[in-house]
């Protein structure tokens, strides 16, 4: 697999969103609100460069539709999650692609009336963009391709690779 983003780099991205939020936030408690599985590492180490106050929590989506290609719907399937009102939140997520998933889930968080919502990504994949979403922060930006490590997985596996790498057609099959 090709490597696309060192741990250094990703090192250095999530530095640099942090410190955007240090200075975006000062004064403000903020709550993170990470988009599981894929957010796991971003938002351990985003959280670790934070000076501003802030609190935790997870939420966990479900695509529906199978295939390669997102369905357009999603739901929760974590039973409880923190109350969001009044709250200043921010959503971490791993990779934004269509933003389908994303929509759908501001869509939903938006109605539980938090003081401000923003959205934070580790990569912002930008060729494939169907609904538009604001992304507040991101730390890297890539045009198209799949990759994986550092959170992102393919079939559940290679989530915990330190660094990101490109997928390409011949990695998707085992070799003869
Ligand atoms: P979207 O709804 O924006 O198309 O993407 C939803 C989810 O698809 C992302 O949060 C992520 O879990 C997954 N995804 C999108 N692009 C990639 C990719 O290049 N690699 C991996 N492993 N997952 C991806
Ligand atoms: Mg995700």
Do not use: W
Request: glycine share 8%; charged share 25%; hydrophobic share 40%.
């Amino acid at each position: 697999m090709k490597p696309l983003f060192s741990a250094d780099q990703i090192r250095h991205a999530t530095r640099a969103v942090a410190a955007a939020i240090n200075r975006d936030y000062a004064g403000r408690p903020v709550h993170l609100l990470g988009v599981l599985k894929g957010s796991f590492l971003f938002l351990a180490d985003l959280v670790r460069e934070l000076q501003v106050d802030c609190t935790v929590d997870f939420v966990r989506l479900s695509s529906y539709g199978g295939g390669t290609a997102t369905s357009g719907q999603v739901a929760e399937v974590m039973p409880r999650r923190d109350a969001l009102a009044g709250r200043h939140v921010i959503v971490v997520e791993e990779i934004v692609d269509s933003g389908t998933t994303l929509a759908r889930l501001l869509e939903e968080l938006r109605a539980e009336g938090p003081a401000s919502l923003a959205v934070c990504t580790l990569i912002d994949k930008t060729g494939r963009r169907e609904v538009e979403v604001p992304v507040d922060y991101r730390g890297l930006t890539l045009e198209d391709g799949f990759v994986i490590g550092y959170g992102l997985d393919f079939e559940e596996r290679y989530r915990h690779l330190p660094a990101v790498y490109v997928m390409e057609e011949s990695d998707f099959t085992p070799a003869p």
